[in-house]
């Protein structure tokens, strides 16, 4: 049996293949061609006691089989034209069926049904016969003022039975949610309930616990006040003199973090000064070459101003004079001698690159500051005029001092 009702139809063809099964018992180029090859060699068996064999044959045997077997029932509603056009439009909705027309249920019919959708409602048997009665009475009093409607105002409101069924289905709808909400409901109350009980519980703990505490309650109160006394007592003989005296201390030691400050300003003037000096000096140390120191090596009576420039790098770097005598023939110490040793290092530059600026003998620049840095032809400029190597050392004595000046202040 195939059931097809009304509110199955998405779409109109739907309709138009029914009409098709009850006139034909088949649905036009239902079937593909291997659905359809299948199909006859399924019948073919049965179709071959009948001597039915060609293709046409088999498929008429498989349709006949259809409409012999199928059994087709439409369940639609009058309401509305949708169920005339159909009509209209498929002819074989009443020329191939049968028509069963449902009018409206009788009381007995009405009381049965409702009995049969409240026993599933879990109610008991004084409300279940309240309301079998009320829905009944609802659905006739709607039939009544429905027909009253239409000969007053010719007006249709259809009333029928699926409407009495949709009553029930809201009702058990309506049900369901009121009894989940008042469950809901009973819980939360039960739970709240629980938790008053518990919270006296606790309340009652707690002031027992209150009143067996008092005597340690009172005894606390008074130590702490005893201790507040002697918190105070204190203060005033022990703290705030010696508040007095570290505000003093500090009043101190802020007069020497700003000495301190003026001191470091001043080595830090002192330093900018400096660093400029001593990197052109390295600068020009780097400018020196190796033929230029050769070019010295080779004078035989080397200029002043490249003596007195390695004499005073001999000073710095604390190398001995040797005994000689000068042009009047007086002994004196000679520093030629040990320049031209000097000279001959080959890693002469790196030597004074790497020198311990920072820890220079106070003597030395003694001697540096009141022999050679005083004469006036102790320059890099004259220097430069004896020899370019010349310069370059002459620069570095120059800033050795500067440094070592900018290192007396940052010790003091």
Request: glycine share 4%; aromatic share 6%.
């Amino acid at each position: 049996m195939f059931l097809f009702s009304d509110s199955q139809i998405k779409d109109e063809a739907f309709v138009e293949d029914i009409n098709n099964i009850l006139n034909a018992g088949e649905v036009p180029n239902m079937f593909l061609a291997d659905e359809r090859m299948q199909i006859l060699e399924a019948v073919q068996p049965a179709a071959a006691l009948l001597g039915l064999e060609s293709p046409l044959q088999l498929w008429s045997f498989f349709v006949s089989q259809c409409k012999k077997h199928l059994h087709v029932v439409l369940c639609m509603s009058p309401i509305g034209d949708a169920f005339r056009e159909r009509l209209r439009a498929n002819p074989s909705l009443v020329n191939c069926c049968t028509i069963d027309w449902f009018g409206t249920w009788p009381n007995d019919a009405l009381e049965a049904v409702a009995l049969k959708q409240l026993n599933e409602m879990e109610l008991n048997a004084s409300t279940q016969k309240m309301l079998v009665g009320l829905c009944q009475a609802m659905h006739v009093q709607v039939q009544a003022a429905s027909a009253r409607y239409l000969a007053e105002l010719g007006r249709h409101n259809y009333v029928t039975p699926a409407s009495y069924l949709e009553l029930l289905s809201a009702f058990k709808n309506l049900l369901e949610s009121k009894r989940s909400t008042n469950a809901a409901t009973r819980r939360r109350y039960a739970v709240g309930l629980g938790k008053l009980a518990g919270s006296a519980a606790q309340v009652a703990g707690m002031q027992q616990e209150l009143v067996a505490m008092q005597p340690q309650l009172i005894k606390t109160v008074a130590e702490v006040e005893e201790l507040m006394t002697k918190i105070a007592h204190d203060k005033k003989v022990v703290v705030e003199p010696k508040a007095a005296v570290v505000r003093g201390e500090e009043a101190r030691a802020q007069e020497k973090a700003a000495a301190a400050k003026a001191i470091k300003d001043e080595c830090e003037a002192d330093l900018a000064e400096a660093i400029p000096i001593l990197n052109d000096a390295l600068s020009a140390l780097d400018t020196i070459k190796e033929a230029d120191i050769a070019y010295i090596k080779k004078l035989a009576n080397p200029p002043s101003a490249i003596k007195l420039v390695l004499e005073a790098v001999c000073v710095v770097l604390d190398i001995k004079p040797v005994k000689g005598k000068d042009e009047t023939g007086k002994a004196s110490m000679d520093y030629w001698k040990p320049s031209l040793g000097l000279l001959a290092d080959k890693d002469l530059i790196g030597r004074l690159k790497t020198y311990d600026k920072d820890n220079i003998p106070p003597k030395i620049m003694a001697i540096i500051r009141s022999t050679y840095l005083t004469d006036e032809g102790f320059t890099p400029e004259n220097a430069k005029r004896a020899s370019p190597a010349a310069e370059g050392l002459c620069k570095w004595v120059h800033a050795m001092s500067s440094y070592d000046k900018v290192g007396i202040v940052h010790i003091k």
